[in-house]
Every structure is written in C-alpha cells, then in structure tokens.
C-alpha cells in the first residue's frame, strides 16, 4: 500500500512538473512575441519619422498632405503592432505566474506597462496624424503633424523599454540555480 502512494506521488509530481515546464514555454514564447512586436513598432516608427517630419515643415499643401497620408498608414500598421504586444504581454504575465520566477514576474510586469503606455501614446498619435491629413489648411496639418511627432516620441520610448523588459523577462525564465526563484 505504501509503494502505491509512493508511485502516485512520484507519478503527481511529475505530470506538476511537466505542466509547469509547458507553461514556462508558453510564457518564453509570449514574452519573446512581445519583443518582436515591440521590434516591429520601432521599425514602423523610424519609417513614418521622414513622412510625419516632411508633413509636418514643408511649404507645399500638397506635399504635406501625402506625407501626412503615408504616415497615417504607417502609424496604422504601428497601432496594431503595440495593441498585438499589449495582449501578448497581457497573457504572459499571467503565464509567468504559473512559472514561479520572481525576475520573470517583474520584468513582464513592466513589459505590459510601457506595452500600454506605447499603445497608449501610438493611438493619440495616430488621431492626431489622422486630423492632419484631413486638415483644410497647411497651419493645422502642422499642428497635427508636430503634435503626432511629439506624441510618438513618447510611444518609441515605451515600446524600446518594453522590448527591454521582454528580454530580460525572456532571459530570467529559467530554473537554473542562478536566476531567483519563489521555490528558495
């Protein structure tokens, strides 16, 4: 009877053990889709930073207006990719709780902080860049445009720290000795 309940709860402890192994894995490939979406906002917001800057000075109506609308699309593609990230980042830190890495558990929390905060930022930007390229004149397609700048500044700065914090989150989430963990 003893051996039974031995086998059973070597038998538990695996099958914990292996469930939690997986979840880690979920978790490394979450936080890892964050930092690629965080990659992908940055590379969106470098490319719109020469039609917004373009929009936003030139003399010409016209000219300003269709770099208004090549950012506007770029900014588009920029709001999804951070609203992608803040889900992602949303379910991973979840997932690093099932995990049990204090570091991990931090590091996510601030990947899904400045994942919002960028997203946050990108959409304001994004409404901005939307009234400029349907601005009636070239003094408010500016305003817009300069106000857009401004705003993505803001959101390129929180999408890199969360990137940032992703890495490290993705680079804790280890059951080696040498990172921390809740279990010592």
């Given at each position: 009877m003893i051996t039974i309940k031995t086998y059973l709860k070597v038998a538990?402890?695996?099958?914990t053990s292996t469930y939690v192994q997986a979840q880690c894995e979920v978790f490394k490939s979450e936080i890892s889709d964050v930092q690629r979406y965080m990659s992908q906002f940055s590379t969106l917001s470098d490319s719109l930073s020469s039609p917004?800057?373009?929009?936003?000075?030139?003399?010409s109506m016209s000219t300003a207006r269709k770099n208004a609308k090549i950012a506007m699309l770029l900014m588009g593609q920029a709001v999804n990719a951070a609203d992608e990230s803040v889900i992602?980042?949303?379910?991973?830190?979840?997932?690093?709780?099932?995990?049990?890495?204090?570091?991990?558990m931090s590091y996510t929390i601030d990947a899904e902080k400045y994942a919002i905060d960028s997203r946050d930022f990108s959409t304001e930007a994004f409404e901005n860049v939307k009234n400029a390229a349907k601005a009636n004149n070239l003094g408010n397609?500016?305003?817009?445009?300069?106000?857009?700048?401004?705003l993505m500044r803001e959101a390129q700065?929180?999408?890199?720290a969360s990137a940032y914090a992703a890495d490290n989150a993705?680079?804790?989430?280890?059951h080696d000795k040498d990172h921390a963990s809740i279990d010592k």
């Open positions: 538990v402890l695996l099958v917004a800057e373009i929009a936003a000075f030139n003399a992602l980042a949303s379910e991973a830190q979840y997932d690093s709780q099932t995990c049990g890495l204090e570091e991990a397609l500016q305003f817009y445009m300069r106000k857009a700048q401004r700065d929180a999408a890199d993705h680079y804790s989430c280890s």
